[in-house]
């Protein structure tokens, strides 16, 4: 069966320092990738997908960029991180059109 | 692009009562649209989900209904429990391509005991 993992799960970073998110998905092979940022309360607004190693397309203009260096592996990094980039990130993978999310990072900008 | 509308944002039945999401999207070019369950501090968890060639899809106590004319779709949930507490999520798209998803603001459940 397929799983996704997220790490680390939390995490608190003064504003300015950098950032790197790791998904990897197991038990399927060439997926879509996706992360999401999730405000308090709020809806999914997707960041990035992905449809093969080294192919990226950016949803929203920001201070994040992502990375696919493996088939299963999805990283979002960020150089300086801004106050404005706390939230609940999620990973996601597809196939068939059915997207099923990891756990998620809470990540605390402060 | 597509755009994504559900109602309403809060609902709250007594628990044995029925619930019902409603969304509506614009583009007429999605043909997937799943539904997403999201309970405090965890990822959303798809729970149910539709094709467009399909009316109709039941599983237990929850149903999922498409109107592909007026660009609509529905949950519902019957025999409300209070496990049904949770935040859900339509989303539209397309399960080919890239199979993006566009999604719903989403509508906090509460069942009361």
């Known amino acids: 069966s397929q799983t996704i993992h997220q790490w680390p799960a939390t995490l608190v970073q003064p504003v300015g320092s950098p950032l790197s998110l790791e998904c990897t998905v197991e038990g399927t092979s060439n997926p879509n990738l996706y992360w999401y940022r999730q405000a308090a309360g709020r809806g999914l607004q997707l960041l990035f997908y992905s449809v093969g190693i080294g192919q990226i397309s950016s949803e929203v203009p920001q201070n994040l960029s992502a990375s696919r260096p493996q088939d299963r592996q999805f990283i979002l990094s960020s150089k300086k991180l801004l106050l404005s980039d706390s939230g609940f990130y999620l990973c996601?993978?597809?196939?068939?059109?059915?997207?099923?999310f990891g756990p998620g990072t809470r990540l605390t900008v402060t | 692009g597509e755009n994504v509308e559900q109602h309403p944002s809060t609902l709250s039945v007594q628990e044995g009562d029925s619930a019902v999401i409603k969304c509506t999207y614009s583009d007429s070019a999605s043909n997937y649209f799943p539904w997403y369950k999201q309970e405090l501090g965890k990822g959303p968890q798809l729970i149910i989900d539709?094709?467009?060639?399909?009316g109709e899809k039941k599983d237990q106590r929850i149903a999922v209904t498409l109107n592909k004319t007026a660009k609509h779709f529905s949950l519902h949930i019957t025999e409300t429990q209070p496990e049904d507490s949770a935040v859900y999520f339509c989303a539209a798209g397309s399960n080919f391509g890239n199979e993006k998803l566009t999604f719903g603001t989403g509508t906090r459940l509460t069942i009361i005991p």
């Open positions: 996601a993978w597809s196939t068939g059109g059915e997207q099923y």
């Open positions: 539709i094709r467009s060639n399909v």
